[in-house]
């Protein structure tokens, strides 16, 4: 059974960084790993996926240039560097391993519980 937890959330100013952590207790070798946020009042979306293998990341497109999604196996976890923050990013993030390994879609299979992203002047 996988599970998910998600870390390095906060409150920055526009403009700062910040890196999200998402780390399993099963491997996540095997997986499609998924970056998502809700913002208040609105729906939860995909923001980025990294495939189990390769380089064919996904970003939507309000977070590309801005956003890096990355792998280190070695500790068995997945990050997301967040740069040149903007209000509109504020939201609970969430990380998640998908059904599909090559990014395909954004159906997921596991779900950490979240970490909150706040920016603000």
């Known amino acids: 059974q996988l599970q998910l937890v998600e870390s390095g959330g906060g409150s920055v100013q526009p403009g700062g960084s910040l890196r999200l952590s998402c780390t399993a207790s099963?491997?996540?070798?095997?997986?499609?790993v998924g970056w998502f946020r809700q913002a208040p009042g609105k729906e939860r979306e995909g923001v980025s996926c990294?495939?189990?293998?390769?380089?064919?990341?996904r970003y939507v497109d309000t977070v590309k240039g801005r956003f890096i999604i990355s792998r280190d196996k070695a500790k068995n976890t997945v990050y997301l560097q967040m740069n040149s923050l903007k209000p509109e990013d504020t939201g609970v993030y969430y990380c998640?391993?998908?059904?599909?390994?090559?990014?395909?879609?954004?159906?997921?299979?596991?779900w950490g519980q979240g970490t909150q992203v706040t920016v603000s002047s």
């Open positions: 998640a391993a998908l059904s599909y390994r090559d990014c395909v879609n954004w159906e997921a299979d596991f």
């Open positions: 990294i495939p189990h293998y390769g380089p064919n990341t």
């Open positions: 099963g491997t996540l070798d095997y997986y499609a």
